[in-house]
């Protein structure tokens, strides 16, 4: 059977990174290996530029006029409000409210019926979305987490206390009515299995790498030599979303302390670049480069100039989110430091899969030792980086993840079938 797959996330292609990423690999794999006939809706390509391209700004968006076909997923969008940076919590209810009314009237009024609806979080007053399209439709719908949004804008005091009850409020319900609640890591399955009961045991679908697009950059670096990088400098790299949760001033003032001489690459978009900018400069980090992120083409030949790659985090978010990047990171057999603490899924997954150093987060000086241990001890490199791609490999490649993904899907469509 050709299954009718609908998927809702105002985050797609092109947008390259993070959420985005993983919401395209998913509806392509499976339209390609399932052979199902996948709808992704979404809106207008904003993150994490927090702009819309100059392509998809102007495009009239009425009655489907804006809609693609991006390989063979078939892609409708709706124009929505996206806010600039710096983006406050206002901002981002505004975002998310503007996406969904407007989703909502397209997909309500919808003829063709889907078997299986898809919601992927944040936003997360998706899953109310969803609710009312499995109502309408009467098929089953499933509520994947990608990140905890409402505790992680308490916990960084984005939003006042009194809103984040009724919020928490709104979420329980959402999560009492789906057929089934997915997450990407244990720590969040177990935050959710605490806000609700719900219908069946939320299940893990953690992030993938595609180990056979994402593999380490074999002869000399391109990039390395753009970047007028000697053979012998070691390259400590950060690259991703550059907003709150992440942190990455501590990395900034980190390298300063350092005792190995390195280069600094700082990839990515965010709310916090202009102040990281301003950062660097405060601290006389001469030998840093502020770059945009790799084309998903190169991003192997990209992740691979790097000797070391660096994920730093808040310790308010480190067990609300679980960073996408590192993956990409252990596909491209580089090893990595980051910051968590104990017994958070990050922490785990380095210390599990051996690719990499744990620092304690929010302690420039502890940093600073873990990278200086690491960047010093080139032997190392090869040992953490061929340990790190073997357990992507073997545990989180993409054929097996979203293949135990689809294969639940098919159990929930089967079981609303029968009589």
Same mark, same amino acid.
């Given at each position: 059977?050709?299954?009718?797959?609908?998927?809702?996330?105002?985050?797609?292609?092109?947008?390259?990174?993070?959420?985005?990423?993983?919401?395209?690999?998913?509806?392509?794999?499976?339209?390609?290996?399932?052979?199902?006939?996948?709808?992704?809706?979404?809106?207008?390509?904003?993150?994490?530029?927090?702009?819309?391209?100059?392509?998809?700004?102007?495009?009239?968006?009425?009655?489907?006029?804006?809609?693609?076909?991006?390989?063979?997923?078939?892609?409708?969008?709706?124009?929505?409000?996206?806010?600039?940076?710096?983006?406050?919590?206002?901002?981002?209810?505004?975002?998310?409210?503007?996406?969904?009314?407007?989703?909502?009237?397209?997909?309500?009024?919808?003829?063709?019926?889907?078997?299986?609806?898809?919601?992927?979080?944040?936003?997360?007053?998706?899953?109310?979305?969803?609710?009312?399209?499995?109502?309408?439709?009467?098929?089953?719908?499933?509520?994947?987490?990608?990140?905890?949004?409402?505790?992680?804008?308490?916990?960084?005091?984005?939003?006042?206390?009194?809103?984040?009850?009724?919020?928490?409020?709104?979420?329980?319900?959402?999560?009492?009515?789906?057929?089934?609640?997915?997450?990407?890591?244990?720590?969040?399955?177990?935050? #959710?299995?605490?806000? @609700? *009961?719900? =219908?069946?045991? +939320?299940?893990?679908?953690?992030?993938?790498? !595609?180990? /056979? %697009?994402?593999?380490?950059?074999?002869?000399?670096?391109?990039?390395?030599?753009?970047?007028?990088?000697?053979?012998?400098?070691?390259?400590?790299?950060?690259?991703?979303?550059?907003?709150?949760?992440?942190?990455?001033?501590?990395?900034?003032?980190?390298?300063?302390?350092?005792?190995?001489?390195?280069?600094?690459?700082?990839?990515?978009?965010?709310?916090?670049?202009?102040?990281?900018?301003?950062?660097?400069?405060?601290?006389?980090?001469?030998?840093?480069?502020?770059?945009?992120?790799?084309?998903?083409?190169?991003?192997?030949?990209?992740?691979?100039?790097?000797?070391?790659?660096?994920?730093?985090?808040?310790?308010?978010?480190?067990?609300?989110?679980?960073?996408?990047?590192? #993956?990409?990171?252990? @596909? *491209?057999? =580089?090893?990595? +430091?980051?910051?968590?603490?104990?017994?958070? !899924?990050? /922490? %785990?997954?380095?210390?599990?899969?051996?690719?990499?150093?744990?620092?304690?987060?929010?302690?420039?000086?502890?940093?600073?030792?873990?990278?200086?241990?690491?960047?010093?001890?080139?032997?190392?490199?090869?040992?953490?980086?061929?340990?790190?791609?073997?357990?992507?490999?073997?545990?989180?490649?993409?054929?097996?993840?979203?293949?135990?993904?689809?294969?639940?899907?098919?159990?929930?469509?089967?079981?609303?079938?029968?009589?």
């Amino acid at each position: 059977m050709s299954l009718r797959l609908s998927i809702y996330s105002y985050n797609y292609a092109p947008e390259p990174t993070g959420i985005p990423f993983y919401n395209t690999g998913m509806a392509t794999w499976l339209h390609r290996h399932r052979g199902w006939r996948v709808t992704m809706h979404t809106g207008l390509p904003h993150y994490p530029w927090w702009r819309v391209p100059d392509d998809y700004r102007d495009r009239d968006y009425r009655g489907g006029r804006g809609d693609e076909v991006i390989d063979g997923v078939v892609v409708e969008r709706v124009r929505h409000f996206v806010p600039t940076a710096p983006v406050g919590g206002r901002a981002r209810m505004r975002l998310d409210a503007s996406w969904l009314f407007a989703t909502a009237r397209r997909s309500l009024g919808a003829r063709r019926r889907p078997h299986a609806l898809v919601v992927v979080a944040p936003p997360f007053l998706g899953g109310l979305l969803g609710w009312l399209l499995a109502l309408r439709f009467r098929v089953p719908v499933v509520y994947h987490v990608q990140d905890l949004q409402v505790d992680a804008a308490l916990e960084l005091k984005m939003i006042p206390q009194r809103l984040g009850g009724l919020l928490l409020g709104i979420e329980r319900f959402i999560l009492e009515r789906m057929d089934l609640v997915t997450t990407v890591s244990r720590a969040m399955r177990a935050r #959710l299995q605490a806000k @609700a *009961v719900t =219908r069946r045991p +939320v299940a893990l679908f953690p992030n993938w790498a !595609d180990t /056979a %697009a994402i593999a380490p950059w074999a002869g000399p670096n391109p990039y390395r030599r753009e970047w007028g990088v000697r053979d012998d400098e070691v390259v400590v790299m950060y690259s991703g979303n550059l907003g709150k949760k992440q942190g990455v001033e501590l990395l900034l003032e980190a390298v300063t302390r350092m005792r190995v001489p390195v280069r600094l690459v700082v990839a990515g978009e965010g709310v916090e670049r202009a102040e990281l900018a301003a950062k660097a400069q405060a601290l006389g980090l001469t030998t840093l480069l502020f770059l945009p992120l790799a084309p998903a083409a190169r991003l192997a030949e990209f992740l691979s100039a790097a000797d070391l790659h660096c994920i730093p985090q808040r310790r308010a978010a480190a067990g609300l989110v679980m960073p996408s990047k590192l #993956l990409n990171i252990m @596909a *491209v057999a =580089r090893p990595v +430091v980051v910051t968590a603490d104990p017994g958070t !899924d990050l /922490a %785990a997954e380095v210390e599990r899969s051996g690719c990499g150093v744990v620092a304690p987060p929010e302690d420039a000086g502890a940093l600073a030792g873990a990278l200086d241990g690491v960047a010093g001890d080139r032997v190392s490199w090869a040992v953490r980086g061929a340990a790190g791609r073997r357990y992507v490999q073997s545990n989180l490649g993409i054929d097996a993840v979203v293949g135990r993904f689809a294969a639940g899907i098919m159990t929930l469509v089967n079981r609303r079938r029968r009589p």
